[in-house]
């Protein structure tokens, strides 16, 4: 039985690494891939940026929404793997897709990923793999003082959400601090590694200066604050923690073949 248990991760991790869906592996009911509409850039006005933002559900819970979105996005809900640890063809960095899917009923959420992973694959043709490797970044401790986090009403898996704007406000709600740190991984431009062995899931508003978030520059054009605001380092401190600089071990996503156009729906 172990025998058996340890060929069907194999097939698994095989199957994976060439882009193909195994049988009966977890699939959307019916999911429609386009390109986006291009957008429209008035004078005088900065072109939308957008792309890294998804919204699952929009009014229907069995619903999966990405909008005018990159596919390093979709790769790194996909794969569990921020986007700049996604390496593959420039254009997963501008391409844009509007995808819509639908969850089969009763088929648990922590399924999608799997789902985004077959759909990639079906679609775009997509071959991937997962590499290791050493890289300066940071480790998520608590500081002297303890943690000074509020802790959420909701403690489900499917409240959590994230959001930020231009001039360095991030808010975390019901997330993780494992959630926390991947979040902060894309504005640091480095990888963030929860150390603090803290469980359950937070409430957390940061205000941090835009100069101190050098990846906020992917999502458009950083705007600072009128009120002068503080690094991202002393925001983290006033909750108790610390950002330390530490050498991780991190994913690495490796797209090695993918179509640009995406099979009919």
């Known amino acids: 039985m172990r025998r058996l248990a340890i060929m069907s991760i194999a097939v698994l991790a095989r199957c994976a690494a060439f882009g193909q869906a195994p049988d009966r592996q977890p ?78 009923k009763d088929a648990p959420e922590g399924q999608i990923p799997a789902m985004l992973q077959n759909l990639l694959a079906e679609r775009f043709h997509m071959s991937v793999h997962l590499v290791t490797k050493q890289t300066q970044g940071y480790a998520l401790v608590v500081g002297k003082s303890g943690p000074k986090l509020t802790k959420s009403a909701k403690q489900d898996e499917a409240s959590g959400s994230f959001g930020f704007t231009s001039s360095g406000h991030l808010t ?51 705007q600072a604050d009128a009120d002068p605001q503080p690094s991202i380092f002393a925001a983290v401190r006033a909750l108790g923690l610390n950002l330390e600089p530490r050498e991780a071990a991190v994913k690495q996503l490796v797209v090695d073949s993918a179509q640009k156009i995406p099979t009919q729906n």
């Open 27 to 104: 699939a959307f009911e019916v999911a429609s891939v386009k390109p986006a509409a291009p957008v429209e850039v008035q004078p005088g006005r900065p072109r939308r940026t957008g792309g890294l933002s998804s919204t699952t559900g929009a009014g229907d819970p069995g619903l999966v929404v990405y909008s005018g979105v990159i596919l390093k996005a979709v790769l790194s809900k996909a794969y569990n793997v921020p986007p700049d640890q996604i390496v593959g063809p420039s254009w997963l960095d501008s391409e844009r897709y509007d995808i819509v899917a639908k969850v089969p």
């Open 172 to 222: 975390w709600r019901a997330e993780t601090l494992a959630s926390v740190a991947r979040s902060l991984s894309l504005f640091l431009g480095r990888p963030v590694v929860d150390m603090t062995e803290i469980q359950g899931r937070f409430d957390i508003t940061l205000d941090a200066s835009p100069d101190s978030l050098p990846g906020l520059h992917s999502f458009g054009t950083a």
